[in-house]
């Protein structure tokens, strides 16, 4: 991939490219996250995937009602013991999407990321 990007675009330094598929997720700084979504790009069979569209999406932790109140070390021992997961939300919107060079065919998967639209 290195030779290929170093051909692609000579002028750019310092990326990195990251093999992705419909079920990655890659954390590209602490609180933004791409996540690829199939997009269909003309026919193709089931097992085939032609081309992905990308959502990015800012990551914030909240704290789970239950928890908010509670003192800096009620919540660190929580944390501690039952995980972030346990003691937070992860609130879910797109802060971008971006799909290529076709416009994007809203298949169901979609939905989850723009709940806004439908």
């Known amino acids: 991939m290195k030779d290929f990007f170093s051909k692609f675009d000579p002028h ?22 791409v996540s690829p ?12 995937t032609k081309r992905l569209s990308y959502f990015v999406a800012q990551v914030l932790r909240k704290l789970k009602p239950e928890v908010v109140g509670k003192s800096g070390s009620e919540i660190t021992a929580l944390r501690n ?10 609130p879910r919107g797109c802060g971008l999407a971006f799909s ?3 416009p994007i065919e809203i298949p169901e998967s979609f939905k989850a990321w723009l709940p806004w639209i439908f």
Do not use: C, F, M
């Open 81 to 90: 013991h039952l995980g972030e997961t346990a003691i937070t939300d992860e």
């Open 12 to 33: 750019v330094s310092g990326t990195r490219g990251v093999p992705l598929n419909a079920r990655s997720q890659v954390t590209i700084r602490n609180d933004l996250r």
């Open 100 to 102: 290529g060079d076709t």
């Open 37 to 48: 979504v199939v997009d269909q790009h003309g026919p193709s069979s089931p097992n085939q």
